[in-house]
């Protein structure tokens, strides 16, 4: 499997948002830095299946869009939004944030991400 289809299954799955399934993408030392909105975070694995556990939790549904994705060798870059409904509001579709995220991929599996989001 290339790095862009890895990727791409990632994002194409429920990872995001459901730990058992995130255990199979992430590289044992996976870090990810963050920028966002509210400032600059860096997480590891166990903080990352606490966020996609976090989201579960607090959303019914999820869907990713993709706008772009660009890979050269083990490097991919991905542009997508992220929307989600609420449990309180369950037909109403709300857009988390944008995403641009660049993913190192080593050993089939998501290495290092440099990952910047803004709110809408």
């Known amino acids: 499997m290339t790095a862009k289809e890895l990727v791409l299954n990632f994002y194409n799955s429920d990872a995001l948002y459901n730990p058992e ?3 199979g993408f992430l590289h044992s030392d996976v870090i ?3 920028n966002s909105s509210k400032g ?3 997480k590891n694995k166990e903080e990352l299946f606490q966020l996609a556990t976090d989201l579960q939790n607090n959303y019914t549904s999820h869907v990713i869009q993709l ?6 060798a083990n490097l ?3 542009h997508y939004t992220h929307f989600a409904t609420t449990i309180e509001n369950p037909n109403h579709i709300h857009i988390l944030a944008h995403f641009m995220v660049i993913w190192e991929v080593e050993n089939n599996t998501l ?4 990952q910047m989001s803004q709110q809408p």
């Open 111 to 114: 290495y290092k991400g440099f």
């Open 32 to 34: 990810l830095n963050w």
């Open 67 to 72: 706008h772009q994705v660009v890979a050269e």
């Open 40 to 42: 600059f975070v860096t």
């Open 21 to 23: 399934t995130l255990k």
């Open 76 to 78: 991919v870059t991905v």
